[in-house]
């Protein structure tokens, strides 16, 4: 049924008819720079009634069909630019949306997309533990990146007057937790 997979078009719809949705799985883990392949798109709805009847819409303008094992909380269909996944995870939405950004995807279509943190969560618990590994060295990557870039962009520190201060604490207390211990040793005193 479809004539070739576009992500963007099954979003693009999504959008049209105000479905509300958190982007998940393989197109969200390339919004966040994986360069991983798929061929579905996968969202997570909310439990909101109203939201389902956009759905219905948003997939009658697809040309959707519902295809595959139907779960609990999946359903999948294909459309006419490819696969579609859909989950309902009716106790942790909320949590998912707080935690989730809004990227733009190119061809002017944005949407709301799972954290890197809970996706890596979301393979491990399909027992997809490639995509997890793959999808942790992409954070591990980023966090690096992230933290060099505030090591060039920040100022050395300057000492500070109560840093010295500090020290010495630092000192006596050793000095005290030895002692209490019965392992008291020489202490060299340094002039500073």
């Known amino acids: 049924?479809?004539?070739?997979?576009?992500?963007?078009?099954?979003?693009?719809?999504?959008?049209?008819?105000?479905?509300?949705?958190?982007?998940?799985?393989?197109?969200?883990?390339?919004?966040?720079?994986?360069?991983?392949?798929?061929?579905?798109?996968?969202?997570?709805?909310?439990?909101?009634?109203?939201?389902?009847?956009?759905m219905g819409y948003a997939l009658e303008d697809l040309g959707a069909r519902e295809d595959g094992p139907v779960g609990e909380h999946r359903v999948s269909f294909m459309t006419v630019a490819g696969r579609?996944?859909?989950?309902?995870?009716?106790?942790?939405f909320a949590e998912l949306d707080e935690a989730a950004t809004t990227l733009d995807l190119g061809r002017g279509v944005t949407a709301r997309v799972a954290p890197l943190e809970q996706l890596i969560e979301f393979k491990r618990a399909s027992g997809d533990l490639q995509g997890a590994a793959h999808l942790t060295?992409?954070?591990t990557s980023a966090l690096q990146e992230e933290q060099e870039q505030v090591a060039v962009t920040s100022e050395p520190e300057k000492p500070r007057k109560t840093d010295r201060i500090w020290k010495l604490l630092e000192d006596v207390d050793s000095f005290l937790t030895d002692l209490d211990r019965g392992q008291l040793r020489r202490h060299r005193r340094t002039n500073t």
């Open 137 to 139: 060295a992409l954070a």
């Open 1 to 54: 049924m479809a004539e070739e997979f576009d992500p963007l078009r099954i979003l693009a719809g999504l959008r049209a008819h105000g479905v509300s949705y958190i982007l998940i799985g393989g197109v969200a883990a390339a919004a966040h720079g994986s360069p991983v392949e798929t061929d579905d798109v996968d969202i997570c709805l909310p439990p909101d009634n109203e939201n389902l009847e956009r």
């Open 84 to 92: 579609l996944d859909c989950f309902e995870n009716p106790t942790g």
